[in-house]
């Protein structure tokens, strides 16, 4: 069956970077879309951007150029996606999710939270 | 970068209630939306993909609809479990954007 499997919690200061992880399992990890959606404390949703692992190509939302880096290791089924220069503002639960036939979010991760603090 | 706004943000019902959650896009998504419930501490889940398309393993008491640019998920007979957070998501246009969400609870 499908799994994305991501890492675990996150305590980072302001201004590092982090890099959290996505490990997918029970289909093609090339021939799929990956998604990245981040939920702040007590917010919304929001999509961050995609990778597409078979070529590495990869779409960003605006908001999030610079901030985030999208990256994926065929060899190990794997996504990565970096946060850098952190600040409390990035605090929040990250999701790694894939697409099924018509349905592109059909599959998520369990999330990462990623806690910027001194 | 298009709008979708949700509406009620919160609301309370009781069990047995039929009960309707709706999203206005700002622009044509066509039927490019994704309805997701989100229970505290777990990940969304897809309940309804295309505006009307029942998800894999999704009580039938669920469906979608599409009015013009008013887009609705409707829950037929409330069930203790649908007590949640609902997302609607565009597709249609980069970014993909997410309602505000509205949250469900027991009246």
């Known amino acids: 069956q499908v799994q994305l499997q991501q890492s675990g919690t996150e305590l980072v200061k302001p201004a590092s970077s982090v890099k959290i992880s996505c490990k997918a399992s029970?289909?093609?990890?090339?021939?799929?879309?990956m998604h990245w959606i981040r939920q702040q404390p007590g917010n919304g949703l929001e999509w961050i951007g995609w990778i597409y692992p078979g070529n590495g190509n990869t779409k960003y939302n605006q908001k999030f150029d610079g901030k985030a880096t999208l990256t994926a290791d065929k060899s190990s089924s794997t996504a990565y996606m970096q946060l850098s220069s952190l600040t409390s503002e990035d605090s929040a639960v990250y999701f790694c999710?894939?697409?099924?036939?018509?349905?592109?979010?059909?599959?998520w991760g369990q999330g990462t939270l990623v806690t910027v603090s001194s | 970068d298009i709008q979708m706004t949700q509406s009620p943000s919160s609301m309370s019902a009781s069990l047995g209630d039929r009960v309707t959650i709706t999203c206005q896009a700002s622009q044509d998504i066509g039927n490019n939306l994704i309805w997701f419930q989100q229970k505290p501490g777990k990940s969304p889940r897809p309940m309804i993909y295309y505006a009307t398309n029942l998800a894999n393993g999704v009580p039938s008491r669920f469906s979608g609809s599409r009015s013009g640019s008013d887009y609705s998920l409707t829950i037929s007979s409330l069930e203790s479990e649908d007590m949640a957070d609902y997302h609607c998501?565009?597709?249609?246009?980069?970014?993909?954007?997410f309602g505000a969400g509205t949250k469900l609870e027991l009246k």
């Open positions: 029970g289909y093609t990890f090339t021939s799929n879309y």
């Open positions: 999710a894939r697409g099924s036939g018509y349905n592109p979010f059909a599959y």
């Open positions: 998501l565009q597709y249609k246009q980069y970014p993909y954007t």
